[in-house]
């Protein structure tokens, strides 16, 4: 299985629910198009067991900024169908650029990666004032396409009825609330994913 790490903004938490993911699902990781350092593969290698497997990117761009950007400054063309997946037998959880509307180039966004993958949802909500509002807009744009999801991560200070109002809206469960976390360690990740996998079977189940 492929699952499409994506958030409702930049800056939501999606490499640490991606590290998360990947040591709950005995998954490997891999982010298509990285856009400056540090790397977020750096980042879950440092956050993950030894042995999961952290797949190169396919595309380096060395401005911290929008793919579609980045990729200018760089003389590089990035089209969506030229994205091949890495080899695995293992899950596999591919992690987005900051929301599903960021540009990769003047014609694709973000969310075009899904169907080419074809890989399931996990939508990062971080919790802040408006949150609901960026929320709610990326699940009616998921729902407007038609993309399957898979569940919510929603991270940061615990708001029940935002929390509440969000699921009801998206018809699917939390899997994971991160808390607000001093430092985030290979003992915190291995905590989370311990939670996040018992919740995931018992969704599937």
């Keep these: 299985m492929k699952y499409f790490v994506t958030a409702i903004g930049t800056d939501s938490g999606k490499t640490l629910a991606s590290a998360i993911l990947v040591e709950a699902l005995d998954a490997d990781y891999w982010k298509p198009i ?87 949802i996990v939508l990062v909500s971080n919790i802040y004032l408006g949150s609901i509002n960026h929320s709610l807009l990326s699940l009616e744009f998921i729902k407007s396409r038609g993309y399957p999801l898979k569940g919510i991560i929603f991270n940061g200070p615990e708001n029940l009825e935002t929390q509440r109002i969000i699921e009801n809206y998206a018809g699917v469960k939390c899997i994971l609330h991160i808390k607000n976390e001093k430092k985030i360690t290979k003992e915190i990740v291995n905590e989370y994913a311990k939670e996040l996998k018992a919740n995931w079977n018992e969704l599937a189940g």
């Excluded at 879950?44 to 980045?70: D, N, R, T, W």
């Excluded at 760089?74 to 080899?87: E, R």
């Design 34 to 120: 990285q856009a400056g350092r540090p790397t977020d593969s750096n980042t879950v290698k440092g956050l993950v067991s030894s042995e999961k497997v952290i797949h190169p990117e396919q595309y380096f761009l060395k401005s911290p900024m929008s793919p579609h950007a980045a990729a200018k400054i760089d003389g590089v063309d990035i089209h969506i169908d030229q994205l091949s997946l890495p080899n695995t037998n293992q899950p596999l959880i591919i992690e987005g650029a900051g929301g599903l509307m960021v540009p990769i180039n003047d014609n694709e966004m973000v969310a075009d990666m899904i169907p080419h993958f074809r890989a399931e």
